[in-house]
C-alpha cells in the first residue's frame, strides 16, 4: 500500500510543513527518500513519521485534505528504582501527581475537518478505533477545542490490540492522559486537563494524588504493590505543570504478565522485551529489600512465565495446533470491519476474521492473529531443526 | 594494535592464500579492506579472519613466518529436540558416536614452524594457553603429523576465560575433541583420532560409545540426566566417520549455570544468549514430557538462576564495589604473564592482575575481569537513571 515516493510525495506541502514544525525541508524530503515519512493510503491519507526525524517524534501524523498535523507521543521512559529516580528527575519541581498507567493501547483522538480520528502509537488511522472513538468521545470537546488531541489509553476485553478483562469494563473504554496541541504537542498542566475532561463528560485515567517528592516514594511503592495485587499495571509520574517528561513505574504482576504474554509467541516479539523485564524484577527486588521468602517467590514466577506459555505453545504446536491469538471487535458497523481487516492487511498483521454475530445493535466478529514466525520456528525445531 | 590495511597487507602472500584456500583474490583483498581479515601484531604475526569469508570459517589464522594457515573451528549447531534432529541429521549414517561435550574453552594447537601455537575459537595466538599447551601436548605429535591440528578443550581452575571446579583437574587440562588437516580443515574419523592420541598419550574427551540410531535417543537422554547431574555440560553427537557435521545438546543444569554467570555480568552479554537459553529449557521439558513437579522445579531454577546472580550484582554496587570476575593463570614464566596481560588488552578486556604467587615452581597470577558496562549500568540505575 505504500508506493513510490515520486508519485505521492507531491500531495504533501513540504514547505508548509517545514514551517510549521520548523525543520528544514531536506530533512522532509530525504525522509521522505528514506521512507522515514510514509506515504500512508485510506479513506483519509496521510503521511507518517515511521521514526522521529530531527527533533519530530515518530508517529507523527500529516493530513494532506485538509492539512493538519497531529504530534506522535512521546515515549515515556521508565525508572527502575523509584527513590533514586524521584530525586534525580523532579527535584525541580515541589510536588508530583500520580496516574494509573492503564493496560490497553495508546490512542491520540483528534478532529481533522471535520471528522475524528483515532491514530495508533505508530501515526496510523485505525478504523475501528476511530469508530469507537466517535462513540466514545464524540464531538462536543473539538468544537469548543479543535486545536487539542486528547491522549488517552483504550482499554477493555473488546481491544484487537491488548484485550484485557480485569477492569470491569463491557467492551471498551477510553481513558484520557493527556492533552496536547495538535501542533506543537505541548501538554496541558494535569489538574486542568482533569478538569476540562470533567466538564465534557469524558473519563480521565485514576488519579492517585499529588505528593510532596520527599514522601512520593513511599506512597507510589504502596500504590504499585495494590495496584499489582489486581494486576493493574503501574502508575505514571508527572510534574503536575507538565513542563519536565513524565516518568512510568510498573507492577511485577504486570510485567510478568508481559512475559507470559511475550513467550506464548516467543519468536514474534524482540528479544529486548525479555532482557528488559527481568532487570526490571532484579532491581524492584534489590529497591524493597526483599526477604528470602518474597525473593523466592519473584524468582519462582518469573521462571514460570517464562516456560509455561513457551512449553503450551509447543505442545500446541505438537498436537499440530496453529498458534494464534483470539482478540474480539464489536463495531455498529460492518463497513468498520472491513476497513479493520484492510487495515490489518497494510500494517503486516496476519490475521483470520470470523463471521460477524449480531449482539443487540452490535456485532461482535471474533478474529485469531497468526503469530507466524513461532508457528514455523516451533514446527521446524519440532522437525528436527537445528538452532544455528 | 590493528593498523592500517595498506602497511601491513603486503605482509600477507595473498596470491598463495588464494590457492590454497581456493577464494578468489579479490575476496581476500576486498575482506583485508573491511577489517573482516584482520593483522594481528605479535611475537608471532598473523591474519586472522574475524567473520568467514566465501566458505572459510571465521577464526582462521594465516601465519607469515612462515606462511602457514590454521583453519577455523567450524560452528556446532545445537538440537533442542534430540530424537527429531537425530532422525533428521544422521539418517544416512548407521550409528552415531558420542563424546562429552566439556566446559571450558576451545583451543587448537598446531605447530607454525618449530614453535607450538595455541590459538582461541577467534583466531588469536593466548601467550598463556600456548605456554600450557607446550607442557600439555609437546612436540611429539606434531614431529610426526606438522600437517595436522589438534582441537580441544582447555578445562580447569586456571583458565582465565572460563575456571571450573567441578572436573578433579588441578590446573588446567587439554581434552582433544577433533583432529583436522591445518590447511582444509577435514576432519579425521572419531576412532582412529582416539586411537592416535592414545598412542601420543594425549587426553581425548571421554567417549560414551557408538549407538544405532533408532536407540541412540534414549542412551543419550539418560547420559544427559547424568552428566546435568554432575554440573557437567552435555555431549557432542557425531557421525563416525566425521563426514556429516556434528550436533550438540546439552543439559539443563549447564544452560542454567551459563545464565546464573552471564546475569552477574548482565549489560556485558547479548541479549541472544538469554533468549536461545529459555527456549532450549521448554523444548527439553516438553520432550521429556515432564510432570508438574519436574516442571515447577525447572522454573523455579531458571527464575533463580536469572535473578538472584543480578540482584547480588546490583548489592554489590549498592555497596560500592566494583562488579569484576575473578579468575587465575598458573604459569612457569613471568614472561608469559606479561604477554598474557598485552593479549588481553588486544582483545579489549579490561583485566587487573595480581602480584604473581610463586608456588611450587610456578606463579599463581590472579586476575580482575572488569566488567565495565555491567558496572555502568547498574551504577547509572542506582543513580536515577531511567531506562530509555
Same mark, same amino acid.
Given at each position: 500500500?505504500?508506493?513510490?515516493?515520486?508519485?505521492?510525495?507531491?500531495?504533501?506541502?513540504?514547505?508548509?510543513?517545514?514551517?510549521?514544525?520548523?525543520?528544514?525541508?531536506?530533512?522532509?524530503?530525504?525522509?521522505?527518500?528514506?521512507?522515514?515519512?510514509?506515504?500512508?493510503?485510506?479513506?483519509?491519507?496521510?503521511?507518517?513519521?515511521?521514526?522521529?526525524?530531527?527533533?519530530?517524534?515518530?508517529?507523527?501524523?500529516?493530513?494532506?485534505?485538509?492539512?493538519?498535523?497531529?504530534?506522535?507521543?512521546?515515549?515515556?521512559?521508565?525508572?527502575?528504582?523509584?527513590?533514586?529516580?524521584?530525586?534525580?528527575?523532579?527535584?525541580?519541581?515541589?510536588?508530583?501527581?500520580?496516574?494509573?498507567?492503564?493496560?490497553?493501547?495508546?490512542?491520540?483522538?483528534?478532529?481533522?475537518?471535520?471528522?475524528?480520528?483515532?491514530?495508533?502509537?505508530?501515526?496510523?488511522?485505525?478504523?475501528?478505533?476511530?469508530?469507537?472513538?466517535?462513540?466514545?468521545?464524540?464531538?462536543?470537546?473539538?468544537?469548543?477545542?479543535?486545536?487539542?488531541?486528547?491522549?488517552?489509553?483504550?482499554?477493555?476485553?473488546?481491544?484487537?490490540?491488548?484485550?484485557?478483562?480485569?477492569?470491569?469494563?463491557?467492551?471498551?473504554?477510553?481513558?484520557?492522559?493527556?492533552?496536547?496541541?495538535?501542533?506543537?504537542?505541548?501538554?496541558?498542566?494535569?489538574?486542568?486537563?482533569?478538569?476540562?475532561?470533567?466538564?465534557?463528560?469524558?473519563?480521565?485515567?485514576?488519579?492517585?494524588?499529588?505528593?510532596?517528592?520527599?514522601?512520593?516514594?513511599?506512597?507510589?511503592?504502596?500504590?504499585?504493590?495494590?495496584?499489582?495485587?489486581?494486576?493493574?499495571?503501574?502508575?505514571?509520574?508527572?510534574?503536575?505543570?507538565?513542563?519536565?517528561?513524565?516518568?512510568?513505574?510498573?507492577?511485577?504482576?504486570?510485567?510478568?504478565?508481559?512475559?507470559?504474554?511475550?513467550?506464548?509467541?516467543?519468536?514474534?516479539?524482540?528479544?529486548?522485551?525479555?532482557?528488559?523485564?527481568?532487570?526490571?524484577?532484579?532491581?524492584?527486588?534489590?529497591?524493597?529489600?526483599?526477604?528470602? *521468602?518474597?525473593?523466592?517467590?519473584?524468582?519462582?514466577?518469573?521462571?514460570?512465565?517464562?516456560?509455561?506459555?513457551?512449553?503450551?505453545?509447543?505442545?500446541?504446536?505438537?498436537?499440530? *495446533?496453529?498458534?494464534?491469538?483470539?482478540?474480539?471487535?464489536?463495531?455498529?458497523?460492518?463497513?468498520?470491519?472491513?476497513?479493520?481487516?484492510?487495515?490489518?492487511?497494510?500494517?503486516?498483521?496476519?490475521?483470520?476474521?470470523?463471521?460477524?454475530?449480531?449482539?443487540?445493535?452490535?456485532?461482535?466478529?471474533?478474529?485469531?492473529?497468526?503469530?507466524?514466525?513461532?508457528?514455523?520456528?516451533?514446527?521446524?525445531?519440532?522437525?528436527?531443526?537445528?538452532?544455528?
Amino acid at each position: 500500500m505504500r508506493r513510490d515516493v515520486s508519485e505521492f510525495a507531491k500531495k504533501l506541502d513540504i514547505g508548509k510543513l517545514s514551517g510549521l514544525l520548523d525543520i528544514p525541508e531536506h530533512r522532509i524530503t530525504g525522509a521522505l527518500k528514506r521512507k522515514t515519512v510514509q506515504y500512508v493510503w485510506g479513506k483519509k491519507e496521510l503521511f507518517r513519521f515511521d521514526k522521529p526525524v530531527s527533533s519530530i517524534e515518530g508517529g507523527t501524523s500529516v493530513f494532506t485534505k485538509p492539512f493538519d498535523i497531529v504530534r506522535g507521543f512521546p515515549k515515556i521512559s521508565r525508572t527502575l528504582m523509584l527513590n533514586p529516580a524521584l530525586q534525580k528527575h523532579f527535584s525541580s519541581c515541589r510536588k508530583v501527581a500520580v496516574e494509573e498507567k492503564m493496560n490497553g493501547y495508546n490512542v491520540r483522538v483528534a478532529l481533522i475537518g471535520d471528522a475524528l480520528v483515532a491514530l495508533t502509537r505508530g501515526g496510523f488511522i485505525c478504523p475501528y478505533t476511530t469508530e469507537k472513538a466517535i462513540d466514545l468521545v464524540g464531538l462536543d470537546f473539538f468544537k469548543d477545542h479543535p486545536e487539542l488531541v486528547l491522549c488517552g489509553e483504550m482499554v477493555g476485553p473488546d481491544s484487537p490490540y491488548v484485550p484485557k478483562t480485569f477492569y470491569d469494563i463491557e467492551s471498551l473504554d477510553f481513558f484520557v492522559f493527556d492533552i496536547r496541541e495538535k501542533i506543537t504537542g505541548k501538554p496541558m498542566p494535569v489538574m486542568k486537563r482533569r478538569a476540562l475532561m470533567e466538564e465534557y463528560g469524558i473519563p480521565s485515567v485514576r488519579f492517585f494524588g499529588e505528593f510532596e517528592i520527599g514522601e512520593a516514594h513511599n506512597e507510589i511503592s504502596q500504590i504499585i504493590r495494590e495496584l499489582g495485587g489486581s494486576m493493574h499495571e503501574g502508575v505514571v509520574i508527572k510534574d503536575p505543570q507538565m513542563i519536565l517528561p513524565p516518568v512510568k513505574y510498573t507492577s511485577s504482576q504486570s510485567n510478568c504478565a508481559d512475559l507470559r504474554y511475550a513467550f506464548e509467541f516467543y519468536n514474534d516479539f524482540g528479544r529486548d522485551f525479555f532482557f528488559g523485564r527481568v532487570c526490571r524484577e532484579a532491581f524492584q527486588s534489590v529497591e524493597w529489600g526483599e526477604d528470602e *521468602e518474597s525473593l523466592k517467590k519473584r524468582c519462582r514466577q518469573l521462571g514460570e512465565n517464562l516456560l509455561l506459555p513457551m512449553i503450551k505453545t509447543i505442545k500446541k504446536k505438537k498436537d499440530g *495446533e496453529r498458534i494464534a491469538e483470539n482478540v474480539q471487535i464489536r463495531v455498529k458497523s460492518l463497513d468498520t470491519v472491513k476497513e479493520f481487516e484492510e487495515y490489518l492487511k497494510l500494517v503486516g498483521v496476519d490475521a483470520v476474521f470470523e463471521a460477524p454475530e449480531k449482539i443487540g445493535n452490535e456485532y461482535l466478529v471474533r478474529i485469531r492473529k497468526i503469530h507466524q514466525s513461532t508457528n514455523d520456528r516451533t514446527e521446524a525445531i519440532l522437525g528436527g531443526q537445528l538452532w544455528s
